[in-house]
Nanobody
């Protein structure tokens, strides 16, 4: 059974940091491109960060460049999103996603709230 389980969300102050983790199981993790998305109620889901399956190349949304960092550990089937210098506009539910050709898996999300 495929599972993506996010953890690490919570409340952070502006300028603070949070580290999101996604534990994957039930599929060949190393073969998949891994992504973090976020969604605010009433808005479309937004791609935040991507890490490729082989060369670990990364891409980021312009809104988080220089503040967020995505990494993966294929031995532990884990993908991490390190979020620094958080802003109130980063408040959203963050979702872990795995993609490989026609396969597309999602976690249930973890809530990040940035507020003083």
């Amino acid at each position: 059974q495929v599972q993506l389980v996010e953890s690490g969300g919570g409340l952070a102050q502006p300028g603070g940091s949070l580290r999101l983790s996604c534990a994957a199981s039930g599929f060949t993790f190393s073969s998949y491109t891994m992504n973090w998305y976020r969604q605010v109620p009433g808005k479309e889901r937004e791609l935040v960060a991507t890490i490729s399956r082989y060369d670990y190349s990364t891409n980021y949304a312009d809104s988080v460049k220089g503040r967020f960092s995505i990494s993966r550990d294929n031995a532990k089937n884990t993908v991490i999103l390190q979020m620094n210098n958080l802003k109130p506009e980063d408040t959203a539910v963050y979702f872990c996603n795995a993609k490989w050709y026609g396969m597309d898996y999602w976690g249930k999300g973890t809530l990040v709230t940035v507020s003083s």
